[in-house]
């Protein structure tokens, strides 16, 4: 009998990536062919960080890229989600179809031919290809629960009239704190805690058209994979389903990447991994000196970009709380520019700051010495978080991280948020009341709840392994 044959296609940023490779490696270990699919942008960035080598391929696991449509630029740059949205949408389909048909029996085929595609939901591209090709179309979906069905909501606002808006002055005049009453399990949410891209006074606004219309794609696919637990979503992810006629309950086997491969295949697993750019190990040692629970880690993810003003209110807020930090400052982090920092600010935190380009974050949350997580709200990194136990510091940039933020600090209560307008003070204040503070007891001890039960879900028997075992076993006889 054949081997399934899974076409695993990420959309092309991180923090999605990251969990579609993991899950190829899953499937991998259970007996699936797997074809991943980079876009050439990446495929380069991704050789360049050490984190692919390109003349290993192991048996089963093959790696093919395509071009994403979008002009050469800086390997380090942070791209434009609305033009990358936009740029795979329009022009990815070609040259996955010829892919596809070219594994399906033309020149380079190696293995079975293609027997599902499982793609991020995002790429859109993908499927009218699967349909054309009568291969089933699966999706995983890498955010919350949360924002999918606040993405589902869209088209509502705008037949409400909520969006677009009446004029720019609607973004800071305390509009977005109007009470938002219909959306099934969603209690006493207000626009502001919706996913960022229905703010906009432009009717024929990029991202707003492109997420109405990933809110019309979901009904129509085979399965919807999603990267979160039970315990954490439960009421949100029945809600999804049925509200929105999808194909079956949605498969939550989150946190993926917290799902361990089978001993057998831990020394002969792919050697690669999803880092854009080049972990700095080193910062591990470091940890070492400091008693636990003392450090902040500060990452703001693969995509925020600060201003250089909100850098020096961050670097002097971290300074002047005299914790130790760990701080991540990617190449592009600051809009248009390098991110330099003050020298007096590197002089001042010599000894108890370390400054670092990337880092092993899985392992850095997991240090001892980490006592709380300064984040964009990115949801691999809550779910990284919670999973090591760290309370957050919640300061979101956009897009689905205000919905993130709000349920980690409104409803699990495992982390303290942040104004969005930076200041030193607020830095300051915010770290002290987490590492030393009330709240910040309150904080950790919910957080130390939720690992637990997040551990427990991917036990033998638990909510996630179950549905992960499902899942397999359903994509094994699927058809279209």
């Known amino acids: ?12 940023t991180q923090g999605h990536i990251t969990p579609m490779l993991h899950l190829a490696k899953l499937l ?19 050789i360049k960080s050490a984190a692919l080598d390109p ?10 890229r395509i071009p994403d449509g979008l002009p050469a630029q800086e390997i380090n740059a942070t791209q434009s989600i609305p033009e990358l949205c936009a740029s795979v949408t329009k022009n990815c389909s070609a040259p996955l179809r010829q892919l596809v048909m070219r594994l399906n029996g033309g020149k380079g085929a190696g293995g079975p031919p293609v027997s599902l595609m499982v793609r991020d939901a995002v790429m859109i591209c993908g499927q009218k290809v699967a349909d054309d090709l009568n291969i089933p179309d699966v999706v995983l979906w890498t955010m919350s629960t949360y924002t ?14 909520y969006t677009p808006f009446t004029d720019a002055t609607e973004f800071s005049n305390g509009y977005l704190n109007t009470p938002i009453d219909w959306i099934p399990s969603m209690p006493d949410i207000c626009l502001k805690d919706l996913p960022t891209f229905f703010r906009t006074t432009d009717p024929n606004d990029v991202m707003l ?49 917290q799902t361990q491969l089978p001993q057998s295949q831990l020394h002969s697993t792919i050697k690669s991994n999803s880092n854009l750019w080049e972990e700095e190990m080193g910062c591990l040692d470091w940890l070492d000196r400091f008693d636990p629970a003392s450090v902040v880690y500060v ?10 003003q909100q850098l020096k209110e961050f670097a002097w807020g971290l300074a002047n709380s005299n914790h130790p930090f760990v701080w991540v400052i990617r190449p592009d982090l600051v809009s248009g520019e390098s991110a330099v920092l003050p020298p007096s600010f590197v002089d001042h935190t010599r000894e108890r700051g370390l400054l670092a380009g990337w880092v092993p974050q899985k392992q850095v949350l997991g ?32 897009a689905d991280q205000v919905t993130n933020c709000r349920y980690a600090c409104k409803v699990w209560g495992v982390g303290l948020e942040m ?62």
Not at 236 to 253: D, E, Q, R
Not at 428 to 456: F, H, P
């Open 28 to 46: 991998h270990s259970r007996g699936f062919h797997i074809t991943f699919v980079n876009t050439e942008f990446n495929h380069h960035r991704l």
């Open 299 to 308: 990452n703001f993810g693969s995509i925020t970009v600060l201003t250089p």
């Open 148 to 161: 999918m069905m606040g993405f589902f909501q869209f088209e509502e606002l705008v037949r409400r009239g």
């Open 367 to 398: 240090h001892p010495s980490i006592g709380a997580f300064l984040t964009h709200c990115g949801w691999n990194s809550m779910l990284e978080s919670i999973c090591s136990g760290v309370p957050m510091l919640c300061w979101p940039f956009f």
């Open 209 to 257: 058209k492109f997420c109405i219309q990933l809110a019309h794609s979901l009904p129509k696919v085979s399965a919807v994979i999603i990267n979160t637990l039970d315990e954490l979503e439960h009421e949100i992810i029945h809600a999804t389903a049925t509200t929105f006629n999808l194909k079956g309950a949605p498969y939550a086997v989150g946190p993926i990447y």
């Open 1 to 12: 009998m054949q081997k399934p044959h899974a076409l695993c296609l990420p959309f092309p």
């Open 55 to 64: 003349t290993v391929q192991m048996d089963g696991f093959m790696f093919e």
């Open 419 to 480: 104004e969005s307008n930076v200041w030193r003070d607020e830095v300051e204040g915010v770290v002290r009341e987490m590492m030393e503070g009330e709240k910040g007891k309150e904080v950790k001890k919910k957080v130390g709840e939720l690992k637990v039960s997040a551990r427990k879900a991917i036990e033998v028997s638990g909510s996630s392994h179950s549905s992960f075992e499902k899942l397999v076993n359903d994509l094994r006889v699927m058809k279209r």
